[in-house]
């Protein structure tokens, strides 16, 4: 009631004339670049020293919260000039009337920018995103940014907080489930389609939204996996592999990036400017704006690298921050600061010029309302195209982890199934973390799906279990529910709030009493399926062990049931490949791939070597598996060159014949090892993949190119290039199950960063 007391507050302050969407002129060209600063520079020169400020600061509407509470009076601030931005505030009326309040009553007219954490999907949810890259599918994930740039843009607004491009080693913490996992080359990769799909070939199109690059820089690397946490790595680690898919979406044309919580070499990211000046301006070129995570500016002061607020701000906009979210501590100081000579009136300036520049880039001067159409609101929101789309791309995201005895798909002849477990019949959990606007009433849970799908199958449920606590009242009837079944699923793993920010996990099992649950149902004696959902790998070798079948669904938003059930029955065949390592055990964090030796790798024969006491050192599944319905042979390794130059192109040709009955697709990875560096090289490392479809008894022949910039690496003098040497190379089904070849290349040299 406080929330809609407040939405009703704060739309009495902002009266406008009503509004329809169908009386609003159309948005004239965005000029080219001369044109901008031409007239950014007329705007600027008319502009006060507060005004200017303005442009820098970002707060939260009441309409939605997602991060601490702080007070704040951005209506009549913006209206005043002194608010550039706004986030948190929904639907196309809401923002029309918010805009053409600060619009004709603000000095300089000049409009606001609205942004919102769209992140999987704005009112149509795909799923979340490290389920999207498990799809390993470019195009897919594009078009899923795209749909949800298109409704959001619809919905009024004009900017999004995604994609997160962190590199997420450590499943214990929960924001792994926004990003694409532990390796930077398939990271960047997927942070190149979503820049695309939310940013489109033209900013002018009202079907687009800016992105934003998050967070920059070595978030997904907090120390123990808990959010916020302090992050310590070298300066090459970091450029190896936390760096790539910034760089890549900077190249995409990312509009901005924001900072991350943590610090870097002792100083936190929204004051690091060895980040945000030396790399993402001098060396990268980045000519967009740079936005602070939430309050991270004011955060600063328990950092302790700085004495106070006032301090913090100096620090932020002087090592590039352009603006502050959340914490109004620009707007507070940074007049003071100037007079007193601790920030320049060129930074300032600079700050707001870019600011200015996208707005300018929308479309958003001549035309404040042209993304506040109520018609194509309705025409947009919710379209079945969309859901096609999601449904589409939920599919390709589950992963086939265990099919013992070929139980899946489910044999025709089967004439009873029973549904069990917490998310069978649920709605709102199948939206995951970060689904912000998507609403549980667009959820089709698997339940409704099943029932739909098994035509003259008897299909029976039981919850049997919350998802977390300790009632076990529901056992009998799942216990009962099951023992007259011939196929029991089994859908279990985290409500979407267990993963997803400030949602870190010190034990990442499944929670205890689905296992026991699960135990129960095991004793049966039946085939059990296990449909996993969750937003984090999970240590599950107890389920491993005992479960026959295994499918991973993680949280697959608005079409979960009809994606599930699609894959169920066989009408599609299972894709999806992991893009984050299953541990044994938590014990074995962290765990990924792309390790490197030590100087005694594991040998089995002599116990003075790197392992485990009482468990193996390879995790459960590892990075790029997925098995699939289908069964495939690989050739062998065939290269064009053994040695190559630095002008060189290797082509890698393996051929791979689907040797089952059923029509697949096969993620086909290739991976490379530099045997001998200037410093220490991964035992592996991805560097190409096609995903290729494979009719049952066919034979398809892959290629793939490799080329000296390929092979590049931060050396030992911290220059980026090449090293001449011999390496090998894999090909296979994952990043464990390869064949492998030799080749040298001849040459050293640098490469451009």
């Not at 600063?37 to 200017?52: D, G, P, R, V, Y």
């Not at 485990?612 to 050192?617: Q, S, T, W």
């Amino acid at each position: 009631m406080k929330k809609i007391a407040a939405l009703l507050l704060l739309l009495s302050i902002i009266t406008a004339a009503s509004f329809a969407g169908s009386k609003q002129k159309a948005a004239k060209p965005v000029g080219d670049e001369q044109k901008m600063n031409q007239f950014i520079s007329s705007l600027m020169a008319k502009m006060t020293l507060e005004e200017k400020i303005g442009q820098t600061v970002l707060f939260s509407s009441w309409w939605d919260v997602t991060g601490p509470i702080s007070n704040n009076n951005f209506v009549k601030d913006a209206e005043e000039g002194k608010v550039g931005a706004v986030f948190n505030a929904l639907s196309v009326d809401f923002l029309y009337r918010m805009q053409k309040a600060v619009v004709e009553k603000s000095r300089l007219h000049i409009p606001l920018l609205f942004g919102y954490d769209v992140i999987h999907g704005y009112r149509t949810t795909f799923p979340i995103p490290l389920a999207q890259s498990a799809s390993w599918d470019m195009g897919m994930i594009e078009r899923s940014a795209a749909v949800a740039a298109t409704e959001a843009a619809s919905d009024g607004l004009h900017w999004t907080y995604a994609p997160m491009v962190d590199i997420a080693r450590d499943p214990r913490w929960g924001r792994v489930a926004e990003g694409a996992g532990e390796d930077q080359y398939l990271g960047s990769k997927v942070a190149v389609a979503q820049v695309r799909g939310f940013q489109g070939s033209n900013l002018k199109d009202v079907s687009t939204i800016l992105a934003c690059a998050k967070h920059y820089a070595g978030y997904g690397a907090s120390q123990a996996g808990r959010d916020y946490s302090t992050v310590d790595m070298s300066e090459r680690y970091m450029r190896d592999y936390y760096l790539p898919p910034f760089k890549a979406a900077k190249e995409a044309g990312v509009a901005s990036f924001m900072t991350a919580f943590n610090e870097y070499d002792g100083t936190p990211c929204s004051s690091n400017e060895f980040l945000l000046n030396q790399i993402l301006r001098k060396e990268w070129g980045f000519k967009g704006f740079v936005v602070t995570d939430y309050t991270s500016i004011a955060e600063m002061v328990k950092h302790g690298n700085v004495k106070d607020e006032k301090e913090a701000g100096e620090a932020a906009m002087n090592a590039g921050v352009d603006m502050d979210m959340q914490s109004g501590i620009f707007m507070k100081y940074l007049k003071q600061s100037l007079k007193e000579g601790k920030v320049s009136e060129k930074r300032i300036d600079e700050a707001c010029r870019r600011v200015l520049e996208m707005k300018y880039q929308l479309g958003l001067f001549d035309d404040p309302y042209r993304y506040c159409d109520t018609i194509r609101a309705k025409q947009t929101l919710l379209k079945p195209e969309h859901f096609v789309a999601a449904r589409e791309m939920a599919k390709r995201s589950i992963v086939l982890l265990k099919n013992e005895g070929a139980l899946l798909p489910i044999r025709s002849d089967v004439r009873s199934i029973a549904l069990i477990g917490p998310m069978a019949a649920d709605k709102k959990n199948q939206l995951g973390t970060w689904h912000t606007a998507g609403r549980a009433e667009t959820v089709t849970p698997i339940l409704d799906a099943l029932k739909a799908r098994a035509k003259g199958v008897a299909v029976s449920y039981a919850k049997g279990c919350d998802f977390e606590g300790t009632d076990k009242s529901g056992f009998a009837e799942a216990l009962e529910v099951a023992s007259k079944a011939d196929v029991v699923l089994v859908a279990m793993g985290e409500r979407e709030d267990m993963s997803g920010e400030a949602n870190s996990r010190a034990n990442i099992d499944l929670p205890s009493i689905q296992k026991e649950l699960l135990a129960e149902l095991h004793k049966l004696g039946k085939p059990v399926v296990l449909l996993l959902h969750n937003g984090r790998p999970l240590t599950i070798s107890w389920e491993n062990e005992h479960i026959p079948a295994i499918l991973e669904c993680w949280h697959l938003g608005s079409q979960a049931g009809p994606a599930i059930v699609d894959v169920l029955f066989g009408d599609y065949n299972p894709s999806g490949k992991l893009t984050m390592t299953f541990p044994r055990s938590v014990g074995q964090i962290p765990i990924h791939y792309n390790m490197k030796n030590s100087g005694r790798p594991y040998n089995p024969s002599d116990n003075f070597t790197s392992h485990y006491k009482d468990m193996p050192n390879d995790p459960l599944y590892p990075f790029g598996y997925g098995l699939s319905y289908s069964t495939f042979k690989y050739s062998a390794i065939s290269l064009s060159k053994s040695a190559i130059g630095l002008n060189d192109t290797l082509k890698v040709k393996v051929s791979i014949t689907n040797t089952s009955k059923f029509d697949g697709e096969e993620v086909v990875q290739l991976y490379i090892r530099d045997l001998v560096g200037s410093v220490t090289r991964p035992i592996k490392e991805l560097k190409g993949f096609k995903k290729v479809a494979i009719p049952a008894g066919k034979t398809v022949e892959v290629e793939f190119s490799l080329t000296a910039p390929d092979l590049a690496f931060w050396r030992k003098d911290m220059t980026y290039g090449v090293e001449a040497g011999d390496f090998k190379i894999f090909v296979g089904t994952s990043s464990s199950a390869v064949q492998e070849a030799n080749f040298r290349l001849s040459e050293t040299a640098s490469v451009k960063w």
